[in-house]
T-cell receptor, first 112, second 112 residues
Protein backbone atom coordinates (compact mmCIF):
# COMPACT_ATOMS: atom_id res chain seq x y z
CA UNK A 1 0.00 0.00 0.00
CA UNK A 2 1.09 3.54 -0.74
CA UNK A 3 2.39 5.65 2.15
CA UNK A 4 0.28 8.61 1.01
CA UNK A 5 -3.14 7.69 -0.36
CA UNK A 6 -5.54 9.98 -2.13
CA UNK A 7 -9.19 9.29 -2.87
CA UNK A 8 -10.79 9.47 -5.32
CA UNK A 9 -8.21 9.11 -8.08
CA UNK A 10 -10.51 10.58 -10.70
CA UNK A 11 -13.67 12.61 -10.34
CA UNK A 12 -16.00 14.44 -12.68
CA UNK A 13 -18.40 16.86 -11.06
CA UNK A 14 -20.79 19.57 -12.10
CA UNK A 15 -20.41 23.28 -11.56
CA UNK A 16 -21.76 24.35 -8.18
CA UNK A 17 -21.42 20.97 -6.53
CA UNK A 18 -19.52 20.45 -3.30
CA UNK A 19 -16.72 17.95 -3.50
CA UNK A 20 -14.19 16.58 -1.03
CA UNK A 21 -10.81 15.09 -1.82
CA UNK A 22 -9.24 12.97 0.87
CA UNK A 23 -5.67 12.21 1.81
CA UNK A 24 -4.35 9.77 4.37
CA UNK A 25 -0.78 8.87 5.26
CA UNK A 26 0.99 6.10 7.12
CA UNK A 27 4.38 7.82 7.29
CA UNK A 28 3.69 9.44 10.66
CA UNK A 29 4.61 12.87 9.30
CA UNK A 30 3.36 15.98 11.04
CA UNK A 31 2.98 18.24 8.01
CA UNK A 32 0.50 17.75 5.21
CA UNK A 33 0.00 19.80 2.06
CA UNK A 34 -2.43 20.18 -0.79
CA UNK A 35 -1.09 21.28 -4.18
CA UNK A 36 -2.76 21.91 -7.47
CA UNK A 37 -1.02 21.18 -10.79
CA UNK A 38 -1.94 22.91 -14.02
CA UNK A 39 0.00 22.54 -17.27
CA UNK A 40 2.87 25.02 -17.43
CA UNK A 41 2.27 26.31 -13.89
CA UNK A 42 3.97 23.64 -11.88
CA UNK A 43 2.60 22.90 -8.42
CA UNK A 44 0.86 25.65 -6.53
CA UNK A 45 0.22 25.38 -2.82
CA UNK A 46 -3.42 25.54 -1.70
CA UNK A 47 -3.27 24.82 2.05
CA UNK A 48 -0.92 23.21 4.50
CA UNK A 49 -1.14 21.96 8.07
CA UNK A 50 1.40 21.32 10.80
CA UNK A 51 -0.95 19.37 13.03
CA UNK A 52 -4.65 18.97 13.71
CA UNK A 53 -4.84 22.42 15.31
CA UNK A 54 -2.88 24.29 12.68
CA UNK A 55 -4.12 25.19 9.19
CA UNK A 56 -2.41 27.68 6.87
CA UNK A 57 -3.36 29.20 3.55
CA UNK A 58 -1.08 28.78 0.58
CA UNK A 59 -0.78 30.75 -2.66
CA UNK A 60 -4.22 29.91 -4.03
CA UNK A 61 -6.62 29.14 -1.18
CA UNK A 62 -9.66 31.04 -2.51
CA UNK A 63 -12.50 28.65 -3.32
CA UNK A 64 -11.02 25.86 -1.21
CA UNK A 65 -11.21 24.76 2.42
CA UNK A 66 -9.45 22.01 4.34
CA UNK A 67 -9.85 19.90 7.42
CA UNK A 68 -7.17 18.04 9.38
CA UNK A 69 -9.25 15.34 11.03
CA UNK A 70 -6.29 13.51 12.52
CA UNK A 71 -2.56 13.58 12.13
CA UNK A 72 -2.89 11.08 9.32
CA UNK A 73 -5.82 12.65 7.47
CA UNK A 74 -6.12 15.91 5.56
CA UNK A 75 -9.08 16.63 3.30
CA UNK A 76 -9.61 19.34 0.71
CA UNK A 77 -13.07 20.66 -0.10
CA UNK A 78 -14.38 22.68 -2.98
CA UNK A 79 -17.54 24.26 -1.60
CA UNK A 80 -18.96 25.19 -4.98
CA UNK A 81 -16.89 23.79 -7.80
CA UNK A 82 -16.21 25.88 -10.89
CA UNK A 83 -14.66 24.81 -14.22
CA UNK A 84 -11.34 26.59 -13.63
CA UNK A 85 -10.78 24.29 -10.66
CA UNK A 86 -10.30 21.49 -13.15
CA UNK A 87 -6.78 20.28 -12.38
CA UNK A 88 -4.61 17.54 -10.96
CA UNK A 89 -4.51 17.72 -7.15
CA UNK A 90 -1.71 16.30 -5.04
CA UNK A 91 -1.43 15.68 -1.34
CA UNK A 92 2.06 15.64 0.15
CA UNK A 93 3.53 15.02 3.58
CA UNK A 94 6.82 15.69 5.31
CA UNK A 95 8.27 15.63 8.78
CA UNK A 96 9.33 18.99 10.10
CA UNK A 97 10.48 21.92 8.05
CA UNK A 98 13.17 22.02 5.40
CA UNK A 99 12.73 18.33 4.60
CA UNK A 100 11.76 16.21 1.62
CA UNK A 101 8.09 15.87 0.70
CA UNK A 102 6.35 12.63 -0.28
CA UNK A 103 3.41 12.67 -2.64
CA UNK A 104 0.17 10.83 -3.09
CA UNK A 105 -0.83 9.47 -6.49
CA UNK A 106 -2.93 12.50 -7.32
CA UNK A 107 -6.62 13.17 -7.96
CA UNK A 108 -7.69 14.25 -11.41
CA UNK A 109 -10.70 16.53 -10.98
CA UNK A 110 -12.85 17.73 -13.84
CA UNK A 111 -15.56 20.31 -13.27
CA UNK A 112 -18.09 20.51 -16.10
CA UNK B 1 8.44 35.17 -0.25
CA UNK B 2 9.36 31.82 -1.67
CA UNK B 3 10.05 31.89 -5.37
CA UNK B 4 11.50 29.13 -7.47
CA UNK B 5 12.41 29.80 -11.08
CA UNK B 6 13.26 26.92 -13.31
CA UNK B 7 14.45 27.04 -16.90
CA UNK B 8 13.99 26.01 -19.53
CA UNK B 9 10.34 25.03 -19.20
CA UNK B 10 10.44 22.89 -22.32
CA UNK B 11 13.44 20.97 -23.59
CA UNK B 12 13.57 18.80 -26.66
CA UNK B 13 16.82 16.91 -27.06
CA UNK B 14 18.32 14.40 -29.39
CA UNK B 15 19.53 11.18 -27.88
CA UNK B 16 23.18 11.35 -26.97
CA UNK B 17 23.24 15.09 -26.33
CA UNK B 18 24.01 16.93 -23.10
CA UNK B 19 22.04 19.70 -21.45
CA UNK B 20 21.56 21.49 -18.14
CA UNK B 21 18.38 22.55 -16.35
CA UNK B 22 18.66 25.50 -13.97
CA UNK B 23 16.81 26.21 -10.75
CA UNK B 24 17.03 29.52 -8.91
CA UNK B 25 15.38 29.85 -5.51
CA UNK B 26 14.79 32.72 -3.14
CA UNK B 27 15.28 31.48 0.41
CA UNK B 28 18.43 30.90 2.43
CA UNK B 29 17.68 27.20 2.58
CA UNK B 30 20.73 24.98 2.75
CA UNK B 31 19.07 22.22 0.78
CA UNK B 32 17.10 21.60 -2.39
CA UNK B 33 15.16 18.70 -3.87
CA UNK B 34 14.63 17.42 -7.40
CA UNK B 35 11.61 15.37 -8.42
CA UNK B 36 10.66 13.51 -11.56
CA UNK B 37 7.12 13.18 -12.88
CA UNK B 38 6.10 10.84 -15.67
CA UNK B 39 2.94 11.74 -17.62
CA UNK B 40 -0.17 11.19 -15.55
CA UNK B 41 1.85 10.05 -12.56
CA UNK B 42 2.86 11.45 -9.22
CA UNK B 43 6.13 13.10 -8.29
CA UNK B 44 8.98 10.87 -7.24
CA UNK B 45 12.06 12.00 -5.40
CA UNK B 46 15.11 12.13 -7.64
CA UNK B 47 17.83 13.94 -5.74
CA UNK B 48 18.20 15.25 -2.22
CA UNK B 49 20.87 17.96 -1.96
CA UNK B 50 21.57 18.72 1.66
CA UNK B 51 24.38 21.27 1.72
CA UNK B 52 26.30 23.84 -0.25
CA UNK B 53 28.46 22.15 -2.87
CA UNK B 54 26.48 18.93 -2.75
CA UNK B 55 26.64 16.84 -5.90
CA UNK B 56 24.57 13.75 -6.55
CA UNK B 57 24.66 11.48 -9.58
CA UNK B 58 22.40 8.74 -10.77
CA UNK B 59 23.03 7.29 -14.16
CA UNK B 60 22.99 10.04 -16.77
CA UNK B 61 21.71 12.69 -14.35
CA UNK B 62 23.81 14.80 -12.03
CA UNK B 63 22.51 17.48 -9.67
CA UNK B 64 24.45 20.13 -7.79
CA UNK B 65 23.70 22.86 -5.29
CA UNK B 66 25.27 26.28 -4.74
CA UNK B 67 23.53 27.83 -1.75
CA UNK B 68 25.46 31.10 -2.01
CA UNK B 69 24.17 31.68 -5.52
CA UNK B 70 20.81 30.05 -4.62
CA UNK B 71 21.21 27.92 -7.70
CA UNK B 72 20.84 24.24 -8.41
CA UNK B 73 21.53 22.52 -11.69
CA UNK B 74 20.43 19.21 -13.16
CA UNK B 75 22.82 18.06 -15.85
CA UNK B 76 21.86 15.45 -18.41
CA UNK B 77 24.65 13.51 -20.06
CA UNK B 78 24.13 11.57 -23.29
CA UNK B 79 20.36 11.69 -23.05
CA UNK B 80 18.26 8.59 -23.71
CA UNK B 81 14.54 8.28 -24.38
CA UNK B 82 13.84 6.90 -20.88
CA UNK B 83 14.75 10.27 -19.41
CA UNK B 84 11.72 11.87 -21.04
CA UNK B 85 9.65 13.28 -18.15
CA UNK B 86 8.97 16.50 -16.30
CA UNK B 87 11.56 17.53 -13.73
CA UNK B 88 10.80 19.79 -10.80
CA UNK B 89 13.07 21.47 -8.32
CA UNK B 90 11.73 22.33 -4.89
CA UNK B 91 12.82 24.74 -2.19
CA UNK B 92 11.90 23.26 1.20
CA UNK B 93 11.79 26.72 2.77
CA UNK B 94 14.67 26.61 5.21
CA UNK B 95 14.16 27.53 8.83
CA UNK B 96 12.10 30.60 8.06
CA UNK B 97 9.34 29.23 5.85
CA UNK B 98 7.04 26.37 6.59
CA UNK B 99 5.78 25.62 3.14
CA UNK B 100 7.57 24.07 0.21
CA UNK B 101 7.59 25.68 -3.21
CA UNK B 102 8.19 24.12 -6.57
CA UNK B 103 9.51 25.39 -9.84
CA UNK B 104 7.20 25.32 -12.86
CA UNK B 105 8.87 22.18 -14.10
CA UNK B 106 10.98 21.34 -17.14
CA UNK B 107 9.28 19.07 -19.61
CA UNK B 108 12.03 17.03 -21.22
CA UNK B 109 11.51 15.13 -24.44
CA UNK B 110 14.36 13.01 -25.75
CA UNK B 111 14.05 12.11 -29.41
CA UNK B 112 15.81 9.25 -31.20
Amino acid sequence: DADVTQTPRNRITKTGKRIMLECSQTKGHDRMYWYRQDPGLGLRLIYYSFDVKDINKGEISDGYSVSRQAQAKFSLSLESAIPNQTALYFCATRQGSNTEAFFGQGTRLTVV
Amino acid sequence: ELKVEQNPLFLSMQEGKNYTIYCNYSTTSDRLYWYRQDPGKSLESLFVLLSNGAVKQEGRLMASLDTKARLSTLHITAAVHDLSATYFCADPGGARYNDMRFGAGTRLTVKP
